[in-house]
T-cell receptor, first 111, second 112 residues
Framework: QKEVEQNSGPLSVPEGAIASLNCTYS??????FFWYRQYSGKSPELIMS????GDKEDGRFTAQLNKASQYVSLLIRDSQPSDSATYLC???????????FGAGTRLFVKA | DVKVTQSSRYLVKRTGEKVFLECVQD?????MFWYRQDPGLGLRLIYF???????EKGDIPEGYSVSREKKERFSLILESASTNQTSMYLC???????????FGPGTRLTVT
């Protein structure tokens, strides 16, 4: 059973701090990795995708991928209360259509 | 902007009823997906479709069926609703060779 594991949290950080969210996956053949943000009562929204080892930056968000360690992370710089949400790590498996989602990490940013 | 819409935001049905959930996307996406989301279990794939009239079972297809007669529309059918199918149902779509998925607003189904 291919898996995606995340710490469920909650992760609490003060406003302005860096929030670090982590994810591990079991399928060594995975090539595509995603972070989704889900506000309470809403549906997931794609915020980052990463396909190559290393860092990918988009505004205050940085996704990091290490395929050798089967590890994906999301850094949120200058965290804002509006970043408070559940963050889902998602991994495309087997190069096909199927994407497996982690259960999510709840993030609270305290003003 | 990608728009994925679902037929209902909230739905209450009785045990044994046949339930239809409909999803429509306006971005000409080839792939469409149905998930259910339960606390602590995350998103679980029920069915997906990569083309009109094509479908593949996901991880939890039991008790569900799907229909895709048109490219933009993907329906989830609960043949005989049961209380353990009470959940949030999410539809998503994506282009054929891109795996970024775009989600609809979700349908919160309660089966009593």
């Amino acid at each position: 059973q291919k898996e995606v594991e995340q710490n469920s949290g909650p992760l609490s950080v003060p406003e302005g701090a860096i929030a670090s969210l982590n994810c591990t996956y079991s399928d060594r053949g995975s090539q595509s990795f995603f972070w989704y943000r889900q506000y309470s009562g809403k549906s997931p929204e794609l915020i980052m995708s990463i396909y190559s080892n290393g860092d990918k930056e988009d505004g205050r968000f940085t996704a990091q991928l290490n395929k050798a360690s089967q590890y994906v992370s999301l850094l949120i710089r200058d965290s804002q209360p509006s970043d408070s949400a559940t963050y889902l790590c998602a991994v495309n498996v087997g190069g096909g259509f199927k994407t497996i989602f982690g259960a999510g990490t709840r993030l609270f940013v305290k003003a | 902007d990608v728009k994925v819409t679902q037929s209902s935001r909230y739905l209450v049905k009785r045990t044994g009823e046949k339930v239809f959930l409909e999803c429509v996307q306006d971005m000409d996406h080839e792939n469409m997906f149905w998930y259910r989301q339960d606390p602590g279990l995350g998103l679980r794939l029920i069915y997906f479709s990569y083309d009109v009239k094509m479908k593949e079972k996901g991880d939890i297809p039991e008790g569900y069926s799907v229909s895709r007669e048109k490219k933009e529309r993907f329906s989830l059918i609960l043949e005989s609703a049961s209380t353990n199918q009470t959940s949030m149902y999410l539809c998503a779509s994506s282009f054929a060779r891109q795996y970024e998925q775009y989600f609809g607003p979700g349908t919160r189904l309660t089966v009593t």
